[in-house]
């Protein structure tokens, strides 16, 4: 039987599909099934397959991974992509978007190793955009690029996204009703017509919003754009507390200054940390989304020591 390398292009659960490295096979589509649990596949991945039959195949090898982009709880992990040069966390100003997921988005790409890039959409909405950049504020000021745009009413804006997406593996991630498909839309024009071919792959359709899927951006661009479902939770269990100080990229230069050596940044004498909020050098509401953090990965961890 006949081997071949593929990039996995969608996955719903254990659903996949793949298409060949070979640019004169690219437009063919594979469903791909894993030989029993063995692999979890992520939309990015490289795959070594088995050809099983003329549009069927079966996953040998996953090639190591440059990085993976998942959110977890105590009890599973989700992939959302993997090989990936940057993620694009796209917000709105109406309806309001959730401080708490936007902050665990850049915690998850900056554990994975990836650039966070936040798109702040429909900024035509005036009324509304005082409030949304107010709550940006902590992440401009440590210097995450913050692109506003309006998909809708503004072409130019999202026309100057795309010059930072060229060449380059990016995923969209963010919640529901967000405009992201809006965007999608744009940047990728043929998206519909891609999306339809892998719902019919897929099994008629029903996986057409819970889909993780790959779209290659227009030629003269280069690049590509992952599609993630919008999510209404973002679990970062997985993370060790270790992990979790070092993703704060504000917290760093305050890193082993506290009193005590296990300071969990609370209310312990001598926390650098919490010198460093009173001084207005951190916000208090990534303290308090850090000491979330660790409180979940702790019963995390707990849950999984009883199953044991």
Known sequence: MKQFSALLVASYGRHYLARPMDPQRSDHLYQVTARGKQHVGAVGDHLLLTETAC??????????????????????????ASNVDQILI??????????????????????????????????????????????????????????????????????????ELK?????????????????LNVLVPDAAAQTQEHSKKLDSGKHTTTACRYYDLPAAWGGALIDSPGFQEFGLAHL?????????????????????????????????????????????????????????????DAIQSKLK
Do not use: W
């Open 240 to 300: 060790s507390e270790s992990e979790l100080q070092h993703a704060f990229i504000e917290f760093r230069e305050y890193l082993g200054q506290c009193k005590f050596h296990n300071c969990a940044h609370g209310d312990e004498p001598g926390c650098a940390i919490s010198q460093a909020v009173l001084a207005n050098r951190i916000s208090q509401s990534r303290v308090d989304l850090f000491r979330q953090l660790r409180h979940e990965s702790k019963n995390a």
């Open 90 to 163: 796209v917000l709105a100003t109406e309806p309001g978007f959730s401080p708490d997921l936007l902050g665990r988005a850049v915690i998850a790409a900056e554990t994975a190793g990836i650039e966070a890039r936040i798109v702040l959409n429909k900024c035509d909405l005036t009324e509304k955009l005082p409030t949304a950049l107010e709550l940006l504020l902590p992440y401009r000021t440590m210097g995450y690029p913050i692109h506003e745009i309006s998909v809708k009413h503004d072409l130019a804006s999202v026309m100057s996204l795309a010059e």
């Open 167 to 183: 060449n380059k593996v990016s995923v969209l991630v963010g919640q529901s009703g967000m405009g992201k498909s809006s965007l």
């Open 55 to 80: 549009d069927q195949a079966v996953i040998e090898s996953i090639e190591p991974r440059k990085n993976l982009l998942y959110r977890s709880d105590a009890y599973k992990s989700k992939s959302i």
